[in-house]
């Protein structure tokens, strides 16, 4: 019982402490911009200040109409952005109702 149980405590315990797997998805924001662009033919879509009680962040969603792919990319204050998502089949889907403040 007592090796099962320190077993157990080292592999979580290795587990806990080894890097994420997201940050071999990380650089510098220009360079993962620059394949966004060239090797997926990605553009912006959309993106949005997100904050947090340690540090805000920036987080977008790239996407292209020719392949279809999209990358949810987040961009912290020093400028290194990681890779959070991607995917394939992208739709946009458009605003259901009229800001307020415009005409009918």
Do not use: H
Request: proline letters at 5%; glycine letters at 10%; a neutral charge.
């Amino acid at each position: 019982m007592f090796k099962r149980l320190l077993g157990v405590s080292i592999i979580f315990g290795m587990a806990a402490t080894a890097p994420p797997a997201l940050a071999a998805s990380c650089g510098v924001r220009e360079d993962v911009i620059y394949q966004l662009e060239n090797k997926y033919s990605e553009k912006l879509t959309s993106g949005g200040l997100q904050t947090a009680p340690a540090e805000n962040s920036m987080v977008e969603i790239w996407s292209s109409d020719q392949t279809g792919t999209f990358t949810v990319l987040m961009t912290q204050a020093n400028g290194i952005s990681c890779i959070v998502a991607v995917g394939t089949d992208y739709f946009d889907v458009g605003p259901t109702k009229r800001p307020k403040g415009t005409a009918s």
